[in-house]
């Protein structure tokens, strides 16, 4: 608190100003006397980053608007200095050293001839990652929610009929974008969990001529899983195009966009393929091609009209936006890496994490949100806070003491769960282990009792088995 140095008094001035009620000329034993009482947080609180001697040079009595003023605008911003995380969350995951590098690249310009073959790399790879021929398949400059919007405004103008199967929120997202683009879009759901059944899709669109079904093949808020193959059948008996959004699943669980029919299928980087968030992959059928054609009317996005931004990215190298280089070049990084490995190991690898993980978990006595095991999605494991744990405690505790950041549930589901993220470079035994050993030790500290070593032990046993058989199939 402030002394009796008449320099400092206007430290507690701006503060008591803030609260409006005191004027600003009171005498400095006065001004203390009430912050004391008030124990209001001095001008380092409220302004962390200001610079001491704009504050020191401010005259006593200075109205608010003034003192925020020179603070905000002499602030001082230091070196970037972030803490290293383990991201155990649903998205953003820990990358590879290697794509740091990539990411760290000098740049080129995005119309620089040696940039074109960069990119068509880029997509060369994202066609080996989707298991896909098409022609339009290309990395958008946005997140994961781009390319929900590009997929969706293409394909739909005013009136057409669309249904969207909605297990959660990311699916849900889908469906509020499909309504903006027709007011003719059916929402068919399921509980928190589950999978939407295909039969409910059916059933919601006879008669009808649904132009589009909509489906998230992993649904991050919930930690489920959908098969794809029920609702192709569906999309075929209504001559509808299939959209999946597989931001969460790309490049860790199996994906085949040619052989399972896919329309429009996007993704995200930051998930499971392990670069830098910002970059939504999309690729489009022949047959998704065609409908654009067809359209009656423009899209109504600029940037998401996926034919013209296809003159950028396809043979013409027309430029359409600037792209972002860097996030590129982290991305072809993140999928060379993804192919090295081969996309059959990366599968297996998720699964294995996560049945690991699970038997862990089950071993400690917690529960999960997808009860039937073929709901599970391999890389976001939804964990039912038991009763007596303060949920977000516990992940403030794994964080501060663990370096360890899992994530909470959204809407009906907050405070509800935790959501383990077991994705790309962060889906390793390693992880697994460490992140068990410090949950039990957070559940202890909060009272809830778990056998002593309950959560490694069985994961290190369910590891041993995998490796075993393994061995035999070999
Ligand atoms: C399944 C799914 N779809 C869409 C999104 C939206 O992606 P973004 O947050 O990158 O916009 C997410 C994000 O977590 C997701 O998990």
Same mark, same amino acid.
């Given at each position: 608190m402030a002394g009796e140095d008449p320099s400092r008094c206007t430290e507690i001035r701006p503060c008591l100003a803030l609260v409006k009620q005191f004027p600003a000329n009171l005498s400095v034993a006065q001004a203390q006397a009430i912050a004391r009482k008030l124990d209001f947080p001095p001008w380092q609180e409220?302004?962390?980053?200001?610079?001491?001697?704009?504050?020191?040079?401010?005259?006593?009595?200075?109205?608010?608007?003034?003192?925020?003023?020179?603070?905000?605008?002499?602030?001082?911003?230091?070196?970037?200095?972030?803490?290293?995380?383990?991201?155990?969350?649903? $998205?953003?995951?820990?990358?590879?050293? %290697?794509?740091?590098? !990539?990411?760290?690249?000098?740049?080129?310009?995005?119309?620089?001839?040696?940039?074109? $073959?960069?990119?068509?790399?880029? =997509?060369?790879?994202? %066609? =080996?990652?989707?298991?896909?021929?098409?022609?339009?398949?290309?990395?958008?400059?946005?997140?994961?929610? $781009?390319?929900?919007?590009?997929?969706?405004?293409?394909?739909?103008? *005013?009136?057409? *009929?669309?249904?969207?199967?909605?297990? $959660?929120?990311?699916?849900?997202?889908?469906?509020?974008?499909?309504t903006r683009a027709s007011s003719k879009v059916i929402k068919v759901e399921a509980p928190y969990g589950k999978p939407v059944a295909a039969e409910d899709v059916r059933r919601a669109g006879k008669g009808k001529k649904i132009k589009m079904i909509g489906l998230a093949q992993g649904e991050t808020s919930t930690g489920v899983l959908t098969r794809i193959d029920a609702f192709r059948k569906v999309a075929d008996e209504f001559g509808a195009l299939l959209v999946v959004d597989t931001v969460a699943s790309?490049?860790?669980?199996?994906?085949?966009?040619? %052989?399972?029919?896919?329309?429009?299928?996007?993704s995200g980087s930051q998930k499971a393929i392990s670069a830098p968030p910002g970059m939504s992959p999309i690729t489009v059928s022949p047959a998704a091609e065609e409908v654009f054609r067809k359209r009656k009317t423009k899209v109504q996005s600029w940037y998401f009209d996926l034919t013209t931004a296809m003159n950028y990215w396809g043979k013409d190298r027309?430029?359409?936006?600037?792209?972002?280089?860097?996030?590129?070049?982290?991305?072809?990084?993140?999928? %060379?890496?993804?192919?090295?490995?081969?996309?059959?190991?990366?599968?297996?690898?998720?699964?294995?994490?996560?049945? !690991?993980?699970?038997?862990?978990?089950?071993?400690?006595?917690?529960?999960?949100?997808?009860?039937?095991? !073929?709901?599970?999605?391999?890389?976001?494991?939804?964990?039912?806070?038991?009763?007596?744990?303060?949920?977000?405690k516990l992940r403030d505790q794994l964080l501060d003491e663990f370096n360890i950041e899992i994530a909470g549930g959204f809407g009906p589901l907050k405070g509800k769960i935790w959501r383990v993220g077991l994705m790309g470079y962060c889906s390793q035994k390693a992880n697994v282990l460490l992140f068990l050993a410090a949950l039990e030790k957070c559940l202890t500290d909060q009272g809830f009792r778990v056998g002593s070593g309950a959560g490694v032990g069985a994961a290190v046993k369910n590891y041993c088995h995998a490796e075993a058989a393994a061995v035999v199939s070999r």
């Open positions: 409220k302004f962390p980053r200001a610079n001491p001697r704009t504050v020191r040079s401010l005259p006593p009595g200075a109205d608010f608007k003034k003192i925020k003023k020179a603070m905000t605008m002499t602030q001082h911003v230091g070196e970037l200095n972030p803490p290293v995380r383990l991201m155990l969350t649903p $998205g953003p995951s820990s990358v590879d050293p %290697r794509v740091y590098r !990539a990411l760290a690249t000098p740049l080129v310009g995005h119309m620089d001839p040696w940039f074109k $073959g960069c990119m068509d790399e880029t =997509q060369v790879l994202l %066609r =080996q990652i989707f298991q896909t021929e098409n022609r339009i398949t290309m990395p958008l400059s946005a997140s994961g929610s $781009g390319g929900i919007e590009a997929s969706v405004v293409n394909v739909l103008e *005013e009136g057409d *009929e669309a249904i969207v199967a909605v297990n $959660g929120v990311f699916s849900e997202r889908m469906y509020e974008i499909a790309l490049a860790a669980v199996p994906l085949h966009v040619d %052989r399972e029919r896919v329309d429009i299928c996007f027309l430029y359409h936006h600037t792209p972002p280089i860097s996030l590129i070049f982290a991305l072809r990084e993140a999928m %060379r890496l993804v192919i090295e490995e081969s996309l059959e190991a990366r599968w297996e690898r998720h699964r294995i994490n996560q049945l !690991a993980l699970i038997a862990g978990l089950d071993a400690m006595g917690l529960k999960l949100l997808a009860e039937n095991p !073929a709901d599970r999605l391999p890389t976001v494991t939804a964990v039912m806070v038991p009763a007596g744990v303060d949920e977000v």
